[in-house]
């Protein structure tokens, strides 16, 4: 028969892990359904028309800027429905989940390395942007340099 302390300690381990399986399922849902939106009628012309003109320049340039300006309706519609942007938010990264933000930072690495925009530009331009404060930025970074760093090592 176990102590009360070991059957305390496993009771623990299991709630533990229940959260964690309930944040993992909702991150894999959020990666199946990831920019679905896309593909809607109402966001799939402009961004394919724009696709060729925004790939020509690096994120946060004026250039850039110009070339999301013509699409804003679709960018407006994509904000509105997916809520791993912080402009989906009445009050930007400060309205979000932690899950949410995983999603936000996963989405900023899959658009900095199709763009080759170093990752630090982008997270140095999105910390301005949001205004994200320093620590929240701090552990941004700590991830993003973590996950590089197991990725070298496999």
């Known amino acids: 028969m176990p102590s009360d302390y070991v059957a305390d300690l496993i009771d623990h381990k299991k709630r ?7 944040i993992a399922s909702d991150l894999f849902r959020r990666a199946a359904l990831h920019d679905n939106s896309k593909f809607s009628p109402k966001e799939f012309e402009d961004y394919e028309k724009a696709f060729p003109e ?3 320049y690096a994120y946060g340039t004026p250039e850039f800027k110009t070339a999301l300006g013509t699409i804003d309706a679709a960018i407006k519609h994509h904000y509105w429905l997916n809520d791993h942007h912080p402009e989906h938010f009445i009050d930007g990264v400060n309205g979000m989940t932690l899950v949410q933000i995983v999603e936000m930072v996963c989405d900023w690495l899959a658009a900095s390395g199709r763009s080759g925009t170093p990752l630090s530009m982008g997270l140095e331009i ?3 942007r949001f205004h994200i404060d320093d620590q929240l930025a701090l552990i941004i970074q700590n991830t993003v340099e973590w996950y590089d760093l197991q ?3 496999s």
Do not use: D, R, Y
Request: glycine fraction near 0%; charge should be positive; avoid cysteine.
């Open 151 to 153: 990725k070298s090592l």
């Open 54 to 56: 925004l790939q020509k």
């Open 126 to 128: 999105n910390k301005a």
């Open 16 to 22: 533990v892990a229940m959260h964690m399986q309930t």
